[in-house]
């Protein structure tokens, strides 16, 4: 029931930073979550973090976790994922979608998906 559109993407040398950016809009509840992913033509659609909207809970998934920080600001409707010490194979269309929050786990349930925003990390 949230409608969102991610940005920031670009193309970054092995080591740079980006900052993408999920603009959000629409009915939320106590349980929803922001997550973003990445896709990469030919593989799964990868899951790397996600945030309750309503208390700032994160999930980081491994291969993210000491990189990547995700965040809201939630009086500007925005949710962000700081990338640093990116390596080429972070090369992938990324995405942000609006779900529920499970403790203990990524988040899950994604109904809402934003159009992707490319990264791609040279060497």
């Known amino acids: 029931d949230v409608q969102l559109q991610a940005s920031g993407g670009g193309s970054v040398q092995t080591g740079g930073s980006l900052r993408l950016s999920c603009a959000a809009s629409?009915?939320?509840?106590?349980?929803?979550?922001i997550g973003w992913f990445r896709q990469v033509p030919g593989k799964e659609r990868e899951g790397l973090a996600c945030?309750?909207?309503?208390?700032?809970?994160?999930y980081y998934e491994d291969s993210v976790k000491w990189r990547f920080t995700i965040s809201a600001e939630n009086a500007k409707n925005t949710v962000y994922l700081q990338m640093d010490s990116l390596k080429p194979e972070d090369t992938a269309v990324y995405y942000c979608a609006a779900g529920t929050y499970y403790s203990g786990r990524y988040c899950g349930n994604f109904n809402s998906w934003g159009q992707g925003t490319q990264v791609t990390v040279s060497s």
């Open positions: 629409g009915s939320t509840f106590d349980d929803s979550a």
């Open positions: 945030i309750k909207i309503s208390d700032g809970s994160t």
